[in-house]
């Protein structure tokens, strides 16, 4: 584990430094993060950010800001919260719907896994009907940047981390759908 100002840091606090910190550890070029409104901001920063609407602004290198990706806290306790994706009249619906879960787990040996673990598919009727990999492809920058500014931050800090290798399976929905 790191330290903060010294100090040695615990998996929680960890955990809520980056939470309360998350547009730091993730790459600017592909997304810029953002308190919904105000109110949402002092949630974000508050001990519970139960019900916090927060905001990835997408970005491409070519096009600027490409879409806007609304996201709700909706589950939430010591070890990790969960964003589930959600519509407002700002943004419009998410490119995606979905949950993605940010948590830690104790291993054996002493150690922690930091995580990020999602479940999502395209929203839009064009996007399911033709498929769109440069929502997929940004949001796998976005979520590596996440992991490797960590690790980062980690190192940096005293501590020691490396980050796993992250996958990603996308099946194709109409074969998903005849399995229910």
């Given amino acids: 584990m790191p330290k903060y100002n010294g100090v040695d840091v615990t998996p929680e606090q960890l955990l809520t430094y980056i939470r309360v910190n998350l547009g730091s550890f993730i790459d600017k070029n592909v997304a810029e993060f953002r308190p919904y409104s105000i109110e949402d901001r002092g949630k974000w920063q508050s001990p519970n950010p139960m019900n916090t609407v927060v905001t990835f602004d997408i970005k491409d290198k070519n096009f600027g800001n490409i879409d806007d990706a609304s996201v709700m806290v909706t589950n939430f306790s010591s070890r990790g919260w969960m964003f589930s994706t959600v519509q407002n009249p700002d943004d419009n619906q998410h490119p995606v719907s979905g949950n993605r879960f940010f948590g830690y787990k104790s291993n054996n040996d002493g150690s922690y896994t930091f995580f990020a673990i999602g479940a999502d598919r395209l929203t839009g009727y064009l996007d399911n009907r033709f498929g769109d990999p440069l929502a997929f492809l940004q949001a796998n920058k976005l979520w590596e940047s996440f992991q490797l500014n960590i690790v980062n931050f980690v190192n940096k800090n005293g501590g020691k981390a490396t980050a796993l290798p992250?996958?990603?399976?996308?099946?194709?929905?109409?074969?998903?759908?005849r399995i229910f």
Avoid: G, L
Wanted: aromatic share 16%.
């Fill in 166 to 177: 992250s996958f990603s399976i996308q099946p194709t929905w109409k074969h998903v759908k």
